[in-house]
């Protein structure tokens, strides 16, 4: 089975053009971009993606903002992608983020942190199979 990850940049990183460096920063790690879409994340595709949240008091207001602009989706590939992606992304909480780390350097609220990355294996599955149609991953190989 390959090493995939889901990563969201979402509405606030899309209206802050960091779009094109968050991606630069998967690249240049090393990781294959197998899927990439922008769209309007629908209610209900929210409230399967946070269901696990669905009674914290930031319920609501959590799907308000992921609904209030278009996320750019990502499918990420490639050894230990998901635990890599993580570190790469950085807490949560961006005042427990490193600097370094896109939350570090580019977030200072948790309800404003500008990406969303799964968090184990598992999850990662559900994730991408939840975001993404099967023909949307792509198989390529190249040179290395
Ligand atoms: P993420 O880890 O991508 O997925 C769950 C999201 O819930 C998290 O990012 C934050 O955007 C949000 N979140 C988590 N904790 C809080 C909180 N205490 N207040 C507001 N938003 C939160």
Redesign the pocket.
């Known amino acids: 089975l390959k090493k995939r990850t889901l990563v969201a940049v979402?509405p606030d990183g899309v209206q802050r053009r960091l779009v094109g460096q968050i991606i630069q920063r998967f690249e240049t790690r090393g990781f294959k971009l197998v899927g990439l879409k922008m769209l309007q994340a629908s209610e209900d595709l929210l409230a399967q993606h946070?269901a696990s949240?669905n009674r914290?008091p930031?319920y609501p207001?959590?799907l308000r903002?992921m609904n209030s602009g278009p996320v750019v989706a990502m499918v990420w590939e490639g050894h230990n992608v998901v635990k890599s992606t993580r570190m790469l992304v950085g807490d949560?909480n961006p005042a427990e983020a490193k600097p370094g780390t896109i939350r570090g350097d580019f977030s200072i609220h948790?309800?404003r942190?500008i990406?969303?990355?799964s968090?184990s294996v598992e999850v990662a599955q559900a994730e991408i199979a939840l975001w993404f149609r099967r023909s949307e991953l792509m198989e390529w190989e190249c040179c290395d």
Request: charged share 20%; hydrophobic share 40%.
């Open positions: 979402k946070y949240l914290k930031f207001s959590l903002y949560t948790i309800s942190n990406i969303h990355a968090d």
